[in-house]
Nanobody
Framework: QVQLVESGGGLVQPGGSLRLSCTASGSIYAIYNMKWYRQVPGKPREWVAEITVLGSTRFSDSVRGRFTISRDNGKKTVYLQMNALKPEDTAVYFC??????????????WGQGIQVTVST
């Protein structure tokens, strides 16, 4: 199976920055799209950003221009650099990764989530 471990969350003041990391391990033949989502209590999980295997990126309107996403294929890691953070960015952030974990099987795997709190 495949495990995803996120790190880098925490408490930051408005206007500050954080960088989240998500590293995949386990039975991995290939990694395809890598994504970040976030969720606040009582609301659906919200898509934030994604990066393809070739490095193309997309962002939600709410974070475009403030967040960047990147990946290190050798380290099986995706990063989310979050700048100019706002209180409304407060959420649990999840990485989601499409992984070929058997020769003919591709599934989406999720990290456990990491808290980001933007507050004075």
């Amino acid at each position: 199976q495949v495990q995803l471990v996120e790190s880098g969350g925490g408490l930051v003041q408005p206007g500050g920055s954080l960088r989240l990391s998500c590293t995949a391990s386990g039975s991995i033949y290939a990694i395809y799209n890598m994504k970040w989502y976030r969720q606040v209590p009582g609301k659906p999980r919200e898509w934030v950003a994604e990066i393809t295997v070739l490095g193309s990126t997309r962002f939600s309107d709410s974070v475009r221009g403030r967040f960047t996403i990147s990946r290190d294929n050798g380290k099986k890691t995706v990063y989310l650099q979050m700048n100019a953070l706002k209180p409304e960015d407060t959420a649990v952030y999840f990485c989601g990764v499409d992984v070929r974990w058997e020769v003919d099987t591709v599934n989406a795997f999720w990290g456990q989530g990491i808290q980001v709190t933007v507050s004075t």
